[in-house]
């Protein structure tokens, strides 16, 4: 049984090394929202209005809702458009077929994107999902105009680039590069400036004496910094709430997590005090 539980405590941590070690963009710490019934709900009319155009929650029914606080009549009236019943999955009308040819694949399903994207004692799919959401930028090179920190080369748009406003991105990137002729090896930093259009100016400079390691570094400016700000509140209950959808009873089983603890430790010394009481007098 001990070797069991060390092999999986390695099995974890060797997990988590690896996700490290595979680099990437640094992502931001979501808010924890998932027990704020408010930002449930807003989060909610956001993945109805936005996300369930071209993603499916086929794992998920209108009514299961009303959990997070939703009458029925206020999820007929702010949440069904297109003839769906109160008791309906949350399907998307378009076809595998045509998201292929439209998007270059089939857009995921996201019932449970946020455990998916969540690594064993590392980031939480709220993480992932919290910064990938909030580092789209404008890329004239994409076919969709639109690119990504989190996911570069991402198949799908902006979806909420009106709600977020215009904004500027500079990368700064620090590599190695081939010296000529079979050469030495140098260093060179790389300045690209994405503007509210998406059109790229590049710098590249040698650096000399740099003996650190490779870096990137990514710098938004917005145009409107409370429109960006107002942007960031609802992915953040956006995040919530499919945080919330992909383990709807999360709550109620942290609770009962806690209680079984705490009986635990009640039983751990109940049962310490009767063992000392029963061997008292052997000695």
Request: with cysteine.
């Amino acid at each position: 049984m001990i070797k069991k539980l060390i092999g999986a405590v390695a099995l974890m941590l060797t997990c988590t090394a690896t996700f490290a070690a595979g680099g990437g963009f640094a992502l931001d710490k979501a808010p924890y929202r998932v027990n704020d019934m408010a930002s449930l709900q807003n989060g909610a009319k956001l993945f109805v209005n936005y996300c369930l155009n071209c993603h499916s929650a086929s794992s998920m029914r209108y009514n299961k809702l009303k959990d997070i606080g939703l009458t029925d009549q206020q999820i007929k009236e702010s949440l069904l458009f297109t003839g769906e019943k109160i008791g309906d999955m949350m399907h998307v009308a378009m076809t595998p077929k045509d998201a292929k040819q439209w998007f270059g694949t089939t857009p995921p399903d996201l019932s449970v994107i946020a455990r998916a994207k969540s690594v064993n004692a590392g980031p939480s799919g709220s993480d992932y999902l919290y910064t990938y959401l909030r580092t789209f930028y404008r890329d004239t090179s994409r076919a969709t105009g639109w690119n990504n920190l989190v996911f570069p080369a991402v198949g799908m748009p902006h979806a909420l680039w009106q709600e977020q406003g215009p904004r500027e991105l500079t990368t700064v990137a620090m590599h190695e590069v081939e010296g000529k002729d079979g050469g030495a090896k140098s260093w060179e930093r790389v300045t690209t400036v994405y503007d509210a259009q998406g059109f790229a100016t590049v710098k590249a400079e040698p650096v000399a004496n740099y003996h650190g390691h490779a870096t990137f570094d990514a710098k938004f400016k917005a145009a409107n910094p409370a429109q960006t700000a107002t942007y960031d509140n609802d992915v953040a209950d956006l995040t919530a709430f499919m945080s919330w959808m992909a383990e709807p009873v999360q709550t109620l089983r942290v609770r009962i997590g806690v209680g079984v603890m705490l009986f635990l430790l009640l039983f751990f010394f109940v049962t310490w005090r009767l063992n000392a009481s029963y061997w008292k007098h052997v000695r």
